[in-house]
């Protein structure tokens, strides 16, 4: 079996990553005042489609919420898939994202 990826937040550069071999897939930030404004999340072609973005999310949003932080999701994959896919998570965004 293959070991997880791992993700590293690297709050200087306001940035996830995860780790594959050569490649990265990245989440970029920028603080909103005390919120965490998700701008985009990168995944490189030959991994789409195995989870990735959605593990860079959800580790955001946890971050967030053990944190008392909110999240706003300006990134698409956020906004489009991901909290329709898991409106448990909507109650950390910064604004309401369930008319967009």
């Known amino acids: 079996m ?11 550069r306001q940035r996830v990553v995860m780790n594959l071999g050569t490649d ?9 005042g005390t919120a965490l ?3 985009t999340i990168s995944v490189p072609e030959s991994y789409r489609g195995r989870g990735i ?3 860079l999310a ?12 909110k999240i706003i999701p300006t ?8 909290l329709k896919h898991h409106p448990d998570y909507l109650h950390l965004t910064a604004e309401d994202t369930t008319t967009r």
């Open 53 to 55: 973005a959605e593990q």
């Open 75 to 82: 990134c698409p994959y956020l906004r489009q898939h991901f």
């Open 58 to 69: 959800r580790f955001v949003f946890e971050y967030a919420k053990n944190r008392g932080k």
């Open 24 to 32: 990265e897939a990245v989440l970029i930030y920028t603080l909103v």
């Open 2 to 12: 293959a070991s997880p990826m791992t993700i590293v937040h690297d709050p200087v």
């Open 37 to 39: 404004d998700v701008r």
